[in-house]
């Protein structure tokens, strides 16, 4: 009984070594066959058994045709190459290649492809370049799910069929030296897409789809001399994009000259409008306070004379840069909304006043408003605790006084009020513990005079603070009455000959309870204290 046993199991493990011998000597039967640049015409019949091979090349002869039923017998075909041949047709049976995997009918003379195409599942690189294609089969992207490589440039396509944005791992399109007219809308799909070259399509590609942009996987796009005015601002969006090439377009946005910088400047110039509030958008008004979760939003260098009103309700907003448009005025009430905001730039407007709502903004630290209009600035900004930048430099002839609550910005580091019409700074400055710079060229400063800007920064903050102090001399205030208060120590009269006394001496000693009888509160009556000298004497 054990032996019977041990004969079947070692029956069996003969059995199993049997049958990897043989699938072994299968694949080791499977052949290169190599029949390029042989002048061939025609195929030599009979050939090799077709059913072993794996790679077949009839690159580079002259064959103007392949047999339906050659095509039929590569079962196990991998590889198969005819370029540079003269075939105006593909045989319908190379839809019974499910395991071809690369595909090379480049330098031929096809009008089209068979539409069995589709059923070579497994292809993962198809070349049809230098041909004289047309069209490409419409359901070519519901197919050929694998598709890695597609070429078929220097033909004449006029279009893409829409299918090809289902060719989710496609890397490298090459559509350049065609006809085409236009793209496919929704390319977004096409999601591990790295190069697409649609260049040289010449005076027929005059548009792109917004949906060029949300390309995820691109690293390489190429639409060279084309017939292309605007690029969708969506390729701002490309993160992933390291060469963009445009030359040979009549380009109006971005400016050609964007171009002769770093790539990053034309990505920028692109995020821009994309961000931003577009002249006569109608649509973006509408929803753009939606966006609840927005951290930066950036929309300068447009044309925007105003910024809706529902931005106030992006409360997570943290940086708005709005430089270089023409706004007017900001919304009234921005500062009660976006409580958020640390980083405002509005410079290169029109703006006449910045909202008293400005100074609601707690956690602002910078404040760009410089190449403006400005008149004034909002009283209370006392209330902006954390702002450390404020720029409200070149509004020129504007801008001529500043609020007493600037100096009471206490987490202020920078403050550039350059190339105004100022012509005294606020004393409070001078209580700026944490100013480090402080810009005030282009102004007719009279206090503090210009000449203390030529020392250092503590020289002028000391003379500011003197002012704030009354030490200064020829103050008026203080030649009216308080130095002579000081002068009598006490309000006693009999310490002071009498041809010394001046302001408020007493002609005799009174205790406190006596100077606040009836008889001596007049005495001090604002009318009295601020009356000349000779109203005291005797």
């Given at each position: 009984?054990?032996?019977?046993?041990?004969?079947?199991?070692?029956?069996?493990?003969?059995?199993?070594?049997?049958?990897?011998?043989?699938?072994?000597?299968?694949?080791?039967?499977?052949?290169?066959?190599?029949?390029?640049?042989?002048?061939?015409?025609?195929?030599?019949?009979?050939?090799?058994?077709?059913?072993?091979?794996?790679?077949?090349?009839?690159?580079?002869?002259?064959?103007?045709?392949?047999?339906?039923?050659?095509?039929?017998?590569?079962?196990?075909?991998?590889?198969?190459?005819?370029?540079?041949?003269?075939?105006?047709?593909?045989?319908?049976?190379?839809?019974?290649?499910?395991?071809?995997?690369?595909?090379?009918?480049?330098?031929?003379?096809?009008?089209?492809?068979?539409?069995?195409?589709?059923?070579?599942?497994?292809?993962?690189?198809?070349?049809?370049?230098?041909?004289?294609?047309?069209?490409?089969?419409?359901?070519?992207?519901?197919?050929?799910?694998?598709?890695?490589?597609?070429?078929?440039?220097?033909?004449?396509?006029?279009?893409?069929?829409?299918?090809?944005?289902?060719?989710?791992?496609?890397?490298?399109?090459?559509?350049?030296?065609?006809?085409?007219?236009?793209?496919?809308?929704?390319?977004?799909?096409?999601?591990?897409?790295?190069?697409?070259?649609?260049?040289?399509?010449f005076q027929y590609l005059s548009t792109l789809p917004y949906s060029l942009g949300l390309l995820i996987s691109l690293v390489e796009l190429d639409v060279s001399y084309n017939k292309i005015a605007v690029l969708p601002a969506s390729i701002g969006c490309l993160k992933k994009l390291q060469k963009l090439s445009v030359e040979g377009n009549p380009l109006v946005s971005p400016p050609l000259e964007l171009f002769e910088q770093e790539l990053h400047v034309v990505k920028e110039y692109l995020c821009d409008k994309i961000n931003g509030s577009q002249k006569n958008s109608p649509k973006k008004n509408s929803w753009f306070g939606c966006l609840s979760k927005l951290k930066v939003l950036n929309v300068s260098g447009n044309l925007l004379q105003s910024l809706p009103r529902t931005i106030e309700n992006?409360?997570?907003?943290?940086?708005?840069?709005?430089?270089?448009?023409?706004?007017?005025?900001?919304?009234?009430?921005?500062?009660?909304?976006?409580?958020?905001?640390?980083?405002?730039?509005?410079?290169?407007?029109?703006?006449?006043?910045?909202?008293?709502?400005?100074?609601?903004?707690?956690?602002?630290?910078?404040?760009?408003?410089?190449?403006?209009?400005?008149?004034?600035?909002?009283?209370?900004?006392?209330?902006?605790?954390?702002?450390?930048?404020?720029?409200?430099?070149?509004?020129?002839?504007?801008?001529?006084?500043?609020?007493?609550?600037?100096?009471?910005?206490?987490?202020?580091?920078?403050?550039?009020?350059?190339?105004?019409?100022?012509?005294?700074?606020?004393?409070?400055?001078?209580?700026?513990?944490?100013?480090?710079?402080?810009?005030?060229?282009?102004?007719?400063?009279?206090?503090?005079?210009?000449?203390?800007?030529?020392?250092?920064?503590?020289?002028?903050?000391?003379?500011?603070?003197?002012?704030?102090?009354?030490?200064?001399?020829?103050?008026?205030?203080?030649?009216?009455?308080?130095?002579?208060?000081?002068?009598?120590?006490?309000?006693?009269?009999?310490?002071?000959?009498?041809?010394?006394?001046?302001?408020?001496?007493?002609?005799?000693?009174?205790?406190?309870?006596?100077?606040?009888?009836?008889?001596?509160?007049?005495?001090?009556?604002?009318?009295?204290?601020?009356?000349?000298?000779?109203?005291?004497?005797?």
């Amino acid at each position: 009984m054990m032996y019977e046993q041990r004969h079947q199991r070692m029956d069996m493990k003969k059995r199993s070594q049997d049958r990897r011998r043989k699938s072994s000597n299968e694949e080791q039967k499977l052949e290169i066959v190599d029949l390029s640049g042989m002048s061939l015409e025609a195929l030599p019949n009979p050939l090799l058994n077709l059913g072993t091979i794996c790679k077949f090349d009839l690159s580079n002869n002259n064959l103007q045709i392949i047999p339906e039923s050659l095509i039929a017998r590569l079962l196990n075909v991998v590889v198969f190459d005819v370029h540079s041949n003269q075939l105006k047709t593909l045989p319908n049976s190379i839809g019974c290649l499910s395991k071809l995997k690369v595909l090379n009918v480049s330098g031929n003379l096809l009008q089209s492809l068979p539409r069995t195409i589709e059923n070579c599942r497994s292809l993962e690189e198809l070349n049809a370049n230098f041909n004289q294609l047309t069209q490409l089969p419409d359901t070519i992207g519901f197919e050929l799910l694998n598709l890695k490589k597609l070429h078929v440039n220097s033909n004449k396509l006029v279009f893409l069929p829409p299918s090809t944005s289902h060719l989710t791992n496609l890397q490298i399109l090459d559509a350049r030296l065609n006809c085409l007219r236009s793209l496919p809308e929704d390319l977004e799909n096409l999601i591990n897409l790295q190069v697409l070259n649609i260049s040289q399509n010449f005076q027929y590609l005059s548009t792109l789809p917004y949906s060029l942009g949300l390309l995820i996987s691109l690293v390489e796009l190429d639409v060279s001399y084309n017939k292309i005015a605007v690029l969708p601002a969506s390729i701002g969006c490309l993160k992933k994009l390291q060469k963009l090439s445009v030359e040979g377009n009549p380009l109006v946005s971005p400016p050609l000259e964007l171009f002769e910088q770093e790539l990053h400047v034309v990505k920028e110039y692109l995020c821009d409008k994309i961000n931003g509030s577009q002249k006569n958008s109608p649509k973006k008004n509408s929803w753009f306070g939606c966006l609840s979760k927005l951290k930066v939003l950036n929309v300068s260098g447009n044309l925007l004379q105003s910024l809706p009103r529902t931005i106030e309700n992006c409360r997570s907003l943290e940086e708005l840069n709005a430089n270089f448009n023409q706004l007017t005025q900001l919304p009234d009430t921005i500062g009660f909304e976006l409580l958020n905001l640390k980083k405002l730039h509005v410079n290169s407007n029109k703006l006449v006043f910045l909202p008293s709502s400005t100074s609601h903004l707690t956690n602002l630290q910078i404040l760009d408003a410089r190449l403006n209009c400005l008149r004034s600035l909002p009283e209370d900004l006392e209330n902006l605790i954390n702002l450390q930048v404020l720029n409200i430099s070149q509004n020129f002839q504007y801008l001529s006084t500043l609020p007493y609550s600037l100096g009471l910005l206490i987490s202020l580091v920078e403050l550039d009020v350059s190339y105004n019409k100022i012509a005294v700074l606020p004393a409070s400055i001078g209580c700026l513990k944490k100013l480090q710079k402080l810009s005030v060229e282009g102004n007719p400063l009279v206090s503090p005079p210009l000449e203390l800007f030529e020392q250092e920064l503590h020289v002028v903050k000391e003379y500011l603070c003197d002012k704030i102090n009354g030490s200064q001399k020829n103050s008026p205030k203080k030649n009216s009455w308080f130095g002579k208060l000081a002068r009598c120590y006490t309000f006693n009269g009999a310490n002071i000959p009498y041809d010394d006394r001046e302001g408020f001496a007493m002609p005799k000693y009174k205790t406190i309870d006596g100077l606040s009888s009836p008889s001596y509160m007049g005495m001090f009556s604002p009318k009295r204290l601020f009356s000349p000298k000779t109203y005291f004497s005797r």
